[in-house]
């Protein structure tokens, strides 16, 4: 059930138009980054745990994370949320 979210959430953001395309090709590197580091099922998500990991490999490539969006900082911080990325 949590892989069909994960896939429903990717398709609805990869529909219309994209503005955070930049943000959305970084994310990919960096989601497949950590599933690369620890043993993952092909169709897990990143988890909150890994969410840190998200965060720095963003800083890396020169985003900030838009931590006063609260659209991006609610129950859970929304690391993998192209919107909540501005380049620095």
Same mark, same amino acid.
Not at 19 to 48: F, K
Not at 71 to 88: G, K
């Given at each position: 059930?949590?892989?069909?979210?994960?896939?429903?959430?990717?398709?609805?953001?990869?529909?219309?138009?994209?503005?955070?395309?930049?943000?959305?090709?970084?994310?990919?590197? %960096?989601?497949?980054?950590?599933?690369?580091?620890?043993?993952?099922?092909?169709?897990?998500?990143?988890?909150?745990?890994?969410?840190?990991?998200?965060?720095?490999?963003?800083?890396?490539?020169?985003?900030?994370?838009?931590?006063?969006?609260?659209?991006?900082?609610?129950?859970?911080?929304?690391?993998?949320?192209?919107? %909540?990325?501005?380049?620095?």
């Amino acid at each position: 059930m949590l892989a069909r979210y994960a896939i429903a959430l990717v398709a609805l953001g990869l529909t219309g138009c994209d503005r955070h395309a930049p943000a959305r090709a970084d994310i990919t590197t %960096c989601h497949g980054q950590i599933m690369d580091s620890a043993p993952h099922r092909e169709d897990d998500i990143i988890d909150v745990h890994e969410h840190r990991q998200m965060l720095i490999c963003m800083a890396q490539k020169g985003y900030a994370f838009q931590s006063k969006n609260t659209e991006c900082v609610t129950r859970m911080t929304q690391a993998d949320n192209p919107a %909540c990325y501005a380049r620095d």
